[in-house]
């Protein structure tokens, strides 16, 4: 079989592993451009093409894996590689607040998209876990879950694409507040090229997560290392990186609810990589075939997302330099999950 797993030695391992990180990092770096000037000219808006356009090209890299890995019989990989990269993605806010040096992210940002979006997320997490305790059903090895959490993704779009139009709530608008604008220079483009662009981008991500799915599965092999510890603490954060970059981008080219809406929407769009995993996994539920350190970084990915929907209403007024306090309970949060995989292996044993 092309590029087995078996096949792979552990030097070209890491370099296959290594090269795929890079072109999703280079890749990504081109996207928030891109999508920037779609929102623009398409009238979708920052909040809603962040979400859908960002959050969908910079994800493919880290759904094709999981599904590679599900449909190959790798629940860990699958499943940690979906839910550690949620976890990573909300860090990646605090490293854009940190480049922003105005204000702080979360006040300059705030938007009614992006709390709805952020609501949205915590639901989403909250199916996962009802998935993961819930009884093993299944129909054609489908847990009812999963399509639940394909209808509530969808569900909630239409509910943060009517409040564009019909806002029952508005943030108060101070001086570091960056509305959603259309930039004038996004019209010296055709239109086409710019989809173009993105097809050919997002493709390229799709392909570089395949890649890194069999990579990813040489390591565990070769190492030793767990399927779980390498989709958390590998391949959930390089196959993040376009979020990472796309988000530093979009900071410093003034679009911040882009860069917002960027994180949280692609965290939505993250949890269906466990949805389309559990559609390819052929041995019955994935979500009861996923390790309690799988579990554990669900959990940690509610707080974190609770933390950060609470700088985003609270507001916090910061001087330039400074970042907010959900910036720094973010960091620490996601800094104690890496101690508890390191220390305590599978976080207390195996799903039951």
Not at 54 to 59: D, E, F, Q
Not at 65 to 84: F, H, I, T
Not at 313 to 333: C, D, K, N
């Amino acid at each position: 079989m092309f590029l087995s797993p078996e096949s792979l030695s552990l030097p070209l391992a890491i370099a296959l592993f290594v090269a795929t990180a890079a072109l999703i990092g280079v890749v990504g770096t081109r996207l928030a451009r891109i999508v920037d000037e779609l929102a623009d000219r398409t009238g979708l808006g920052e909040a809603i093409a962040g979400a859908v356009l960002l959050g969908l090209a910079t994800s493919l890299s880290g759904i094709v894996l999981s599904v590679s890995a599900a449909w190959g019989g790798r629940a860990e990989l699958a499943m940690s590689n979906a839910l550690g990269g949620i976890a990573a993605q909300t860090l990646f806010l605090t490293v854009a607040d940190i480049s922003y040096r105005r204000a702080n992210l979360e006040h300059a940002a705030a938007s009614l998209g992006n709390l709805l979006q952020g609501a949205l997320l915590l639901c989403l997490l909250s199916l996962l876990l009802v998935g993961r305790f819930s009884p093993e059903l299944t129909l054609w090895h489908v847990h009812p879950v999963t399509p639940l959490l394909f209808f509530g993704y969808l569900f909630g779009l239409r509910l943060i694409h009517q409040a564009k139009f019909e806002p029952m709530w508005s943030p108060a608008q101070t001086l570091e507040t960056r509305a959603d604008e259309p930039d004038a220079a996004s019209a010296g483009r055709a239109l086409t090229g710019l989809w173009f662009s993105f097809v050919v981008l997002a493709a390229m991500l799709g392909v570089a997560g395949w890649l890194m799915e069999r990579s990813a599965t040489a390591l565990s092999a070769t190492t030793g290392l767990d399927q779980a510890a390498i989709g958390i603490l590998l391949t959930s954060v390089a196959t993040s990186l376009p979020e990472l970059v796309t988000t530093v981008a979009a900071v410093r080219r003034g679009a911040l609810t882009l860069a917002v809406a960027g994180i949280i929407g692609g965290n939505a769009f993250d949890t269906l990589f466990a949805a389309a995993a559990d559609v390819a996994y052929r041995q019955g539920s994935i979500y009861h075939a996923m390790p309690d350190s799988v579990s554990l970084w669900i959990a940690l990915s509610l707080l974190m997302t609770g933390i950060l929907l609470v700088g985003l209403i609270r507001r916090e007024e910061q001087g330039p330099g400074r970042i907010g306090f959900e910036s720094v309970a973010i960091l620490i949060l996601y800094l104690a999950g890496i101690a508890m995989v390191l220390i305590g292996g599978e976080g207390g044993g195996d799903a039951s």
